[in-house]
């Protein structure tokens, strides 16, 4: 049973323009969200969190959405780069003394010069 | 120049060998976790341990074993037992607290079967 869920295997947008990564939780339990960036052969890095007590959070070109009641985040990167393809993870907790993080499956973006 | 080490980059592993991939991190973080991710899939928690001397299974733990002597290392043990260990593994560390659920990873290895 998955419970991060992010249907788009793939996204391809031009540079300079907006890139929309989607993610969909399914346990209500959840209430800290962090996306991650990966590059091949490498380990994935922390890119910005949210925690369900907001709708938003910002920094820099990144910023995510949370709509709890949809059970839906989103992570939108304005202008995208070239440097801004890798796969992208979407991980979820609920908290507390639990120290697991539940992964979706990525997204690989590519952000076409 | 803090972060987390992994070794080796590559390893290799014949039938029925147990093989024992390390971890290393200088960040002070008091927890610990082993990841595995196999093509087109997210990363799976193995095991991971909060503090010294103490670990948990996580989802896909059979298979594997972990020790935890040192606050800096936790090296993964993949067993006989494990009969698919063809993987990326990926370690990754957090500090305690409010901060605990940022994990910060190291490069990986990927194992593979000979």
């Known amino acids: 049973d998955q419970q991060v869920k992010q249907n788009s295997p793939s996204l391809s947008v031009q540079e300079g323009r907006i890139s929309i990564l989607n993610c969909d939780y399914t346990n209500s339990m959840f209430d800290y969200f962090l996306w991650y960036k990966k590059y091949p052969a490498e380990g994935p890095t922390f890119l910005i969190s949210?925690?369900?007590?907001?709708d938003k959070n910002e920094d820099g070109r990144f910023t995510v959405f949370l709509n709890k009641s949809a059970k839906h985040l989103s992570l939108h990167i304005v202008p995208s780069q070239p440097g801004d393809s890798a796969v992208y993870f979407c991980a979820a907790t609920t908290g507390g003394s639990n120290y697991k993080l539940t992964f979706g499956k990525g997204t690989l973006l590519t952000v076409n010069p | 120049d803090g972060g987390i080490t992994q070794s080796p980059k590559y390893l290799f592993r014949k039938e029925g060998q147990n093989v024992t991939l390390s971890c290393e991190q200088n960040l002070n973080h008091d927890a610990m976790y082993w990841y595995r991710q196999d093509p087109g899939q997210g990363l799976r928690l193995i095991y991971y341990?909060?503090?010294?001397?103490?670990?948990q299974k996580g989802d896909i733990a059979e298979g594997y074993s972990v020790s935890r002597e040192k606050k800096e290392s936790f090296p993964l043990t993949v067993t006989s037992a494990q009969k698919n260990p063809t993987a990326f593994y990926l370690c990754?560390?957090?500090?305690?607290?409010?901060?605990?659920?940022?994990?910060?990873f190291g490069a990986g290895t990927r194992l593979s079967v000979l």
């Open positions: 990754a560390s957090s500090m305690e607290g409010v901060a605990k659920n940022i994990q910060y």
């Open positions: 341990s909060q503090i010294v001397n103490d670990f």
């Open positions: 949210i925690s369900s007590i907001k």
